[in-house]
């Protein structure tokens, strides 16, 4: 495997900081060197170095985005972290069926949604916990920067490993069907989502609504201040003035960030507009 | 605190090897059974009831469905936690093992994360095991 140089790591770490806003920190050189190992086969004849030399010079998008797209970071699982259900279950969805009762209408954005999991875990949970729903107008918008992340969740095909990890059995056997090894999300499910290219530090576009549920989840750890601050600021203008927003567990909100804790003095990462 | 007991039932010498591996990682202290047969002997002949349960599908004697059968058929082992780990990738028989009183079903091969995983959905948290 070659080894990639201090001023081809500089040069990689510029582009993802350009296109993603992802901040990778100095010592993930063999982190890069593991994740464009096979992209550089194709294309450079195994030497990284080239690869990121000729992608952050031709005017080939196409490398540029497969290049992007191997280092993006994709782990995603279904119902990661309990505070998801938890807070679907207890608070948002009960609070906006109460204020939302004469429109009938609810919209939920995954804003990052990797390979469909969140989005797939949400679309579930409000099948199985709330039948009310049927009647009403429900939007559930699913969208990441990864053209291939994205064609992975609207075909909603995983394999055993993906399956194992966080899906209770009830929900595979309900939810989904066998293809061959892999299981697909039954399209029942897979057609109450609208997956969308979005890049979150790019235009969004102009047709996207105001929703009642933001998740960005796991997103902006990998962001730099300024971009946090940026992504955010775009973040409160499509929340709704009474909706939430749901970070990762581990996640928090400064108090300049225009958020604040939805439940006061709860340390869950969940919030409401300021 | 007392440790957390677990049994794991698989007629595969090796897979009890690593199953009970993996549980004591994760704190469990773990007692085995070839079949299910040996596991209810070994059930009623100690007073103390194991929290979870491994159980396999295909084994002789007594098979992992028909041991969740028998062990749901038992008050005193309503709170034994009921896992299925097998290489049955059908979704009939997930229904089935379900239906049966397992709580969750795990299909092989597994990593040892989505044992953990799905340990925590089956409301066994960390606290409990350590």
Redesign the interface.
Known sequence: MSCINEHSYLTLCNLLCDQIALSLPPDKVYLAEARLQNLAKQHTHGDINALIEKASTVADDALRTELVEAMAINET?F?RD?ILSQSFLDTMVPSLLEKRRRDKTLRIWSAACSTGQEAYSVAMLLDQHFPQLKDWEVTLVASDFSQSALNKAQQGCYG??E????L???N??LY???QGLDWQVKPAIRERISFQKINLVREWPDNLPVFDIVLLRNVLLYFSMEDRQRVLGRVRKHTANDGYLLLGSTESLEKSAGFVPAIPGSHRPFYQPA | MATTQALVIDDSRAMRLILGDLLQQLGYETTEAGDGQQAITLLEGDDTIPTLALVDWNMPVMNGLEFIRAVRQKHCYSDMKLLVVTSEAEVGQMVEALTAGADEYLMKPFSSEALACKLEMMGLQRAERA
Not at chain 1, 163 to 166: E, S
């Open positions: 699982y119902f309990p055993l490993n399956m194992n990890r966080g209770p059995a009830r595979m056997a989904f069907e066998q």
